[in-house]
């Protein structure tokens, strides 16, 4: 393939506004990608030479290196409250998520010395504020190598996926394992971005385009924002970037598979991942990937162009998403429904003229099976279905609040973290709430990023008054994180904390009985409680294995007595509608 000709463009202008400002990627002809320190050093010199450019240390990282927030504003507003008064866009840039993906590190160091050396280019970011986050992996970015992405075309040399703590950040945005989730949290709610864009490379699949797009879930992202993002922004995009010769459609969601075969799934993004948490807080995310296949250049050039591009929406749609977020931001969910949970609708779909190579059969020299063989002397163009229409699956009604016991002080903690505003209660009070019981859920039998996930969570519920002390927590759902605060506290959300295991303790039981003592007791109960007799009696003519088991049949006692702890199964976050 032909080198690009945007990166010998960015070679010949960065020659003509100063030799010091060319990248390590320009100065290796597009091989190479910047370390960790190159790239804040790069930053900083941005800054000497701009004034229109502030870099500042945010927090810090599970490697013990600070994370960098670069802000680019033609107005030199740096304080972003006042950014937002003044009416700009804000675009929020995450690089380096996965370090060994550095396309996005590259595209925006030359992407803002281009726009402010230009004046025409200079003046498109008049209304537009960009926060680039420079490599948010910086642990993955120290640990560099040239093996480790065994599926990819280049650099030469570049980081490892996992973080300091190898952790995959892409995996924790709402357990905030790493200290560098505690700190996007921090710039997130600093920046308050009205589009987000996180960087990365794609796998699976092989077809001609240089690169996708993983728009946030836009039936998920809901109202007039979702509308939006789906019926104008996305036309929008693909239209822009096929004006400057560079094809996107949506992110080809399959895996040794042919997308041609009977088309494809959007990626459901949930919370955990950077654009899923984003849609928490009604912003736009848009999770790029260029083509592992494709050359280290023209994947930064496919970079450079989707930021270009996003930058022209900005300029052209900018008051109207600033508008539509502000009134989702500010609307109030209490008493309405709200999905926990979706589910793919495959009545509805958009076609795709997609741009493929044929699968074709082939055996594999090492094992002697059928491989997947993508031929790309055989390209083609079909029309395809794309199912991007998600209904509801499951759906809860909000409260007006939720209470939660001063002893889990972890959970307030990361509520904090998110900019959720916290009461506690100024004293000892009585409250009907409403509780949640732990009826079901099952447990992942491997490690998944550093937990035992839990899913499938069912509960049943119970309106009941209940003693709390002074304080304990009320958390209003009437606030703008009200929509982070259902899919983290509702236990059978994907992303939940109960799913995340914040909440273990109580799936274990802390007091027991000795069948011995017990024998006498569960008689009397029996004789006392005409009610527990009867459905005990039933329960051992209906079960023949509980018929069996007198270890069983004493517990199924002692659970309905009580005997049994009031806290084992309880989920200690109650919702409270008065």
């Not at 995310?285 to 900005?314: C, N, Q, W």
């Not at 809860?396 to 209470?403: D, L, W």
């Not at 002390?469 to 605060?485: E, V």
């Not at 007799?533 to 517990?555: G, S, V, W």
């Amino acid at each position: 393939m032909k080198k690009s000709s945007l990166l010998l463009s960015f070679i010949s202008l960065t020659f003509s506004i100063n030799a010091q400002l060319q990248t390590v990627f320009e100065i290796s002809k597009g091989k190479e990608t910047a370390t960790y320190q190159e790239s804040i050093k790069y930053y900083n010199a941005l800054a000497d030479q701009f004034p229109e450019v502030h870099i500042e240390e945010i927090g810090m990282t599970d490697s013990g290196y600070p994370l960098h927030l670069v802000t680019v504003s033609t107005s030199k507003t740096f304080d972003y409250s006042k950014v937002h008064e003044n009416g700009d866009v804000v675009i929020l840039i995450n690089n380096g998520i996965h370090p060994g993906e550095p396309d996005g590190i590259e595209a925006c160091m030359m992407l803002v010395r281009d726009y402010l050396s230009d004046k025409s280019k200079q003046q498109a970011l008049d209304k537009i504020t960009l926060a680039i986050i420079p490599i948010y992996n910086i642990g993955g970015a120290l640990n560099r190598n040239s093996n480790s992405r065994a599926n990819q075309n280049g650099p030469l040399e570049y980081g490892f996926r996992g973080n300091g703590k190898n952790l995959d950040l892409n995996r924790d945005f709402i357990k905030m394992d790493s200290k560098n989730a505690k700190t996007f949290a921090q710039i997130y709610h600093k920046v308050k971005p009205d589009l987000l864009i996180d960087t990365h490379v794609s796998n699976g699949a092989d077809y001609q385009y240089n690169i996708t797009h993983l728009a946030t879930q836009a039936d998920k992202l809901g109202g007039e924002l979702g509308e939006y993002l789906k019926k104008e922004m996305i036309p929008l995009l693909e239209a822009g970037m096929s004006a400057k010769n560079e094809e996107i459609i949506p992110y080809v969601n399959v895996f040794n598979s042919a997308p041609d075969k009977e088309g494809y799934t959007q990626f459901m993004d949930s919370p955990r991942y950077s654009s899923g948490y984003t849609t928490l807080f009604h912003t736009i995310g848009f999770t790029i990937e260029t083509h592992m296949l494709k050359p280290f250049d023209v994947r930064v050039s496919a970079t450079y162009r989707f930021i270009e591009t996003m930058i022209e929406i900005a300029q052209k749609d900018g008051v109207k998403i600033k508008d539509m977020r502000a009134s989702r931001v500010n609307e109030s969910l209490v008493g309405k429904l709200l999905p926990i949970e979706w589910k793919l609708d495959r009545s509805q779909f958009r076609t795709l003229s997609f741009k493929g190579y044929e699968m074709e059969p082939k055996v594999s020299e090492i094992t002697g099976e059928d491989r997947v063989y993508f031929n790309r002397k055989n390209p083609f163009t079909k029309e395809i279905p794309y199912y991007n229409f998600y209904v509801p699956k499951t759906e809860v009604t909000v409260p007006k609040a939720y209470i939660i016991p001063q002893a889990w002080s972890k959970v307030i903690e990361y509520l904090g973290l998110n900019n959720v505003i916290v009461k506690k209660l100024d004293q000892d009070t009585s409250i009907n709430v409403e509780a949640y019981r732990i009826e079901h859920y099952n447990t992942t039998k491997t490690p998944y990023e550093a937990h035992y996930l839990h899913n499938s969570t069912n509960v049943s519920s119970s309106v009941t008054a209940m003693n709390f002390r002074k304080g304990d927590y009320w958390i209003s759902l009437d606030q703008p994180a009200g929509r982070f605060l259902i899919e983290v506290l509702e236990p059978q959300a994907k992303d939940s904390y109960f799913n995340w295991n914040f909440f273990d303790t109580i799936l274990q039981q802390k007091e027991h009985f000795s069948p011995y003592v017990f024998e006498e007791v569960a008689v009397k109960l029996l004789i006392d409680n005409k009610a527990l007799k009867e459905k005990f009696d039933k329960k051992k003519e209906e079960d023949i294995e509980f018929a069996k088991n007198a270890r069983a049949q004493l517990n199924y006692i002692y659970r309905n007595s009580l005997h049994y702890e009031e806290s084992h199964m309880r989920y200690p976050v109650f919702r409270c509608s008065e």
